[in-house]
């Protein structure tokens, strides 16, 4: 199993990303996919995940401002962030079932 997140980079307050989650060895459509984070200095943090059968889930702490999603045809799995606060920053992950992708960093900052 392989997944490749990119899309990460520095924005501003207030602006959006959109990050990817390029899967290989496994469906996306078939898998438990989710997204992670680790902000500096803190624990890692359950960000946005997505059921096989469709149903997604997301902490309070994004809620609102960050969606999941899929392409089944693409085998990927997306993040879009939007109204992103400095308190956003760290570095992303992606998770399908059990396994880990590498990080992508999230830098917001004016």
């Known amino acids: 199993v392989q997944l490749q997140a990119s899309g990460g980079g520095l924005v501003q307050p207030g602006g959006s990303l959109r990050l990817s989650c390029q899967a290989s060895?496994?469906?996306?459509?078939?898998?438990?996919m989710y997204w992670y984070r680790r902000a500096p200095g803190k624990e890692l943090e359950l960000t946005a995940f997505?059921?096989?059968?469709?149903?997604?889930n997301y902490p309070d702490s994004v809620r609102g401002r960050f969606t999941i999603s899929r392409d089944n045809s693409k085998n990927t799995v997306y993040l879009q962030m939007n109204s992103l606060k400095p308190e956003d920053t760290g570095v992303y992950y992606c998770?399908?079932?059990?396994?880990w992708g590498q990080g992508t960093q999230v830098t917001v900052s004016s």
């Open positions: 998770k399908a079932n059990q396994d």
């Open positions: 060895g496994i469906s996306v459509s078939s898998s438990y």
């Open positions: 997505i059921r096989p059968v469709g149903g997604t």
